[in-house]
Nanobody
Framework: QVQFAESGGGLVQPGGSLTLSCVVS????????MGWYHQAPGKQRELVAA???????THSPSARGRFTITRDNAKATVYLQMTNLKVEDTGVYLC??????????????WGQGAQVTVSS
């Protein structure tokens, strides 16, 4: 059974930085594209960044230039480096494998997520 364990969230001022980590277990990590999803309060979950098994990356328009997704296949871990954080980046960040043309989550199970709060 796949499991996702996110960490690294916190409270940060606008313009600050955080790095999130997600350790994945229960699946053959290397073969899956991985993604970070943002669940803002009262809004739908959206994909902010994705990375293939060989580290080809894509970022949403809101994340481009500020967030960087990376992965370490040996550690079955995916990271999200977040810089120049904005108030609208507040929310829970979750990771999942990414599937299909619409880049939706592969698995129905989710971790607890990492809470990021950007506030002055």
């Amino acid at each position: 059974q796949v499991q996702f364990a996110e960490s690294g969230g916190g409270l940060v001022q606008p313009g600050g930085s955080l790095t999130l980590s997600c350790v994945v277990s229960g699946v053959h990590f290397d073969i899956y594209p991985m993604g970070w999803y943002h669940q803002a309060p009262g809004k739908q979950r959206e994909l902010v960044a994705a990375i293939t098994g060989n580290s080809s990356r894509t970022h949403s328009p809101s994340a481009r230039g500020r967030f960087t997704i990376t992965r370490d296949n040996a550690k079955a871990t995916v990271y999200l480096q977040m810089t120049n954080l904005k108030v609208e980046d507040t929310g829970v960040y979750l990771c999942n494998a990414v599937c299909g043309r619409e880049l939706g989550p592969c698995f129905t199970s989710w971790g607890q997520g990492a809470q990021v709060t950007v506030s002055s």
